[in-house]
């Protein structure tokens, strides 16, 4: 039995040798020695070694060792550490390694099995005692600590003089899974040999970075969302997942991952927590976007003939379960062109689009872009009790360190998130959310005094996505306070009322959406909310609207999953257009005391909704027409803020006629057209120097 016991042990070692050679772990070795070489100072006794395995390759190569790996990943460090040590000596690699004990190797799989024995749910499995093997899981990151150090490796000493452990090195201490620092370095430890205390060898000791990650179910996200009415409370609760050395800062706030590691306990009785600690971060890949339905694909057809057509007509039917066809119908359009800048799979987005809609019937807006930002998986809706941004506290798992856990911002990654009314939050977070949209950064102060800190630290974290805000009609109050002949009579030509919002704070979204007016506060617009109301409420399961209008919400679905994943590239002529507007536009509203009032990321935003209209009308390339769209609401937005320009677009110029009959869309073609006229007039009076094509051409 034992002959047999070593004739297995050779064929392994023979196995893992073979794999090394033949999946670059020789070749990794001997870079690693010379790198350890020149780096390593004298007085270091471990050497550490990244195994990167492939198990799919491994189990190719011996399957006894890749279930080894697989399932005994402890007893398989011992068999690599022993393979490794004969190709250091027979190689000559390290003169410094005398013996097994020296060498540290750490597994990183790349994956392991889709099976159901190898993957765990984090809101199904069990969170006992798990075998120590390596599972997958996959979640959110919730929360994130500052990166602190734990020790790797040590040595120790016998206190006995005379005994063989008093040198050398017999006892080497290094980190295990689901061990905390007081395990790994006790003061207890006594030699094996005879028995004596032993004592550390401070010079020795090798420390590493760590950082502890809160991780949560995916489908914690629809929670985020919102629920519906009568739903069943649920409650999600996160895990901990250790990131050490090379996997630090691979997990970002918010972000999808799936995460493969060995589980384990921390903490002794009562305080015991399950834990992960991880081998390998991949970010969350989605399947490819499905096809367009087959009534998108007819509409589409049928609107082919104008560029305008498309996108007008979606505008129109969308989210018919809020508000009926023909009403707020800029604000679907500009909510449409912003879902168009969300990820499948919450990674970050290039482009971004920051919507702060104003209007009088805040309950049917708020209604409006809560059912816009279902659409998307990333939807998140921030209630004002909530944490917008960020919060920090102390980690609970005895490091002594800052945890950062994830406000709503960070938490829609990727994705929308829908703050509602900016009234109902306090003016430090209102300063915090402007300081955030102006530098895409969320800052997160950390006073060293209250976390343990050496000095105080500021977090700068990301911000992927777009934020929605809504500022009722607070114009008319304000108006009241300040009284006549006061703040509003030296108001520039054209401005609209932004009520008790900021104007820096108006300043840093990217387009403001009035919602007055024509569309929302005339009487007609009312009758057709109140009979969609009457409708909606008698016709609970017939539909309340003819096609083209009865356009489901499965379907804007299907569109928002197609159409942002397909590329789109502004053509030369579109692009050369918005430059000249933008640099038209800062050189008309220069003024010598205050600079311009044109922002200097308007070219950011144009660009970004000219693509997103080019989407939005299944187009790849996005045209002059795509540049229109954008360039007329934005010039809307801008005229809001700080007064009218020479060009003189006016909020009815998207949407100048009711769309419910054909002749409507041949009546907004002209008026665009128009509009394009006057942009190129435009363009060519205050930036005579650029070249642009005409209509015609």
Known sequence: MAAGEAELQWSLREAALGFLDRDGGLASLIAASRRARRETVQSAAVFRFVLKINPCHLTECD????????????????????????????????????????????????????????????????????????????????SVTTITQYTQSARFLCSERMCPAASGYRHIRIHSHGANEASTMRSNFTCSLCGASMDEDVKCRTIGDKQLVEVVDPAALATLRGAPRGARAVRHQAFTVFLRDELTNKAEMGGRYVICGIPGN????????????????????????????????????????????????????????????????????????SLLHTSADGSASKDFLDLLVIGR???VIGRLLSY????????????PSG???????????????????????????????????????????????????????VS???????????????????????????GGDSAVLLKKTVGLGGLWDDAPLGTRELGLIPLPLADSFGLIVFCEGNESSDDGACRLLAEHTLNKAMLANEPVYSIPEQITTRHFEELVEFARAQPCELCPSAEQLIQGYYLS???????????????????????????????????????????????ALYEIS?????????????????????????????????????????????????????IYRTIEE
């Open 63 to 142: 399957a006894r060792l890749g279930n080894m790996v697989l399932n005994r990943p402890i007893q398989a460090m011992y068999l690599f550490r022993k393979v490794v040590f004969l190709a250091i000596k027979a190689l000559s690699l390290m003169e410094s390694i005398e013996c097994e004990n020296q060498i540290l190797i750490v597994q990183r799989l790349s994956h392991v099995p889709q099976l159901p024995a190898y993957t765990l749910s984090a809101a199904t499995f069990p969170r006992g005692l798990l075998p120590p093997r390596f599972f997958s899981v996959e979640g959110v990151v919730v």
């Open 361 to 363: 019937e805040t309950l």
């Open 266 to 337: 921390v903490g002794t009785g009562t305080d015991t927590m399950f834990c992960m600690e991880a081998s390998n971060v991949q970010m969350h890949v989605t399947a490819g976007p499905r096809d367009l339905p087959a009534g998108m694909k007819n509409l589409h057809a049928r609107m082919c003939g104008s560029p305008w057509a498309f996108a007008a007509c979606l505008a129109h039917a969308f989210a018919a379960e809020a508000t009926p066809p023909g009403t707020y119908s800029a604000l679907k359009l500009v909510l449409l062109l």
């Open 444 to 470: 997160v102060p950390i006073p060293k005094k209250k976390f343990g800190e050496e000095v105080a630290q500021e977090v700068q974290l990301p911000m992927s996505c777009s934020v929605w805000a809504l």
């Open 638 to 690: 801008i005229t809001s803020r700080h007064g009218t320009s020479a060009l003189q677009i006016v909020p009815p110029t998207v949407f100048p006629s009711d769309l419910s009959l054909r002749v409507g869309y041949e009546q907004r073609d002209i008026h665009l057209s128009n509009c394009h006229q006057d942009i190129l007039h435009f363009c060519t009076s205050f930036m005579p120097e650029m």
């Open 387 to 441: 944490e917008l941004l960020a919060s920090v506290s102390r980690d609970e798992h005895g490091t002594a360190t800052a945890s950062i856990h994830a406000g709503h911002v960070l938490l829609a990654k990727g994705g929308i998130c829908c703050i509602g009314e900016t009234s109902s939050y306090k003016k430090e977070k209102l300063q915090a959310l402007q300081n955030a949209l102006e530098s895409r950064l």
């Open 585 to 631: 536009s800062r050189r008309l509203r220069a003024s010598s005391t205050h600079g311009s009032n044109f922002p200097s990321t308007a070219l950011r935003t144009l660009m970004s909704v000219a693509r997103a209209h080019a989407r939005l009308s299944l187009r790849s390339v996005a045209l002059e027409a795509d540049a229109v769209i954008a360039i």
């Open 372 to 383: 816009a930002a279902g659409l998307v998986e990333r939807g998140v809706q921030c209630p």
